[in-house]
């Protein structure tokens, strides 16, 4: 499988995730930031990480999760994410990288 067909595969499975549960963009957008932030390996396209940076931004006062004020609004609207990020957030990548094979 191509690196792009991965990624729409990964990107129609978040998709499904976050409209099951909104307070779930909070852990794809960790997951996706640190992918390409920390590990220079994306696992999303760049427009889709946009979209969700804008979803995540416009739901951000409705959103409860526990990592959420690792985000700020800023960095949404900058479509970057320059924070730190919890342990958690590289086994569950991890996890979620080898569920979808």
Known sequence: MTTA???????????QRI???ANMIVPFYLMCSYA???LD???VSDSYYDK???KLLKEYHNIEHYHK???????L????FLGKYPSI???ALNNFINQKG
């Open 5 to 15: 067909a991965k990624m729409v595969k990964i990107e129609s499975t978040i998709n």
């Open 19 to 21: 409209t099951k549960n």
């Open 36 to 38: 390409y932030y920390e």
């Open 41 to 43: 390996d994306p696992i």
């Open 52 to 54: 969700l940076a804008t």
């Open 69 to 75: 004020h690792l985000i700020i609004e800023d960095d």
């Open 77 to 80: 609207k900058a479509g970057s």
């Open 89 to 91: 957030v590289s086994d």
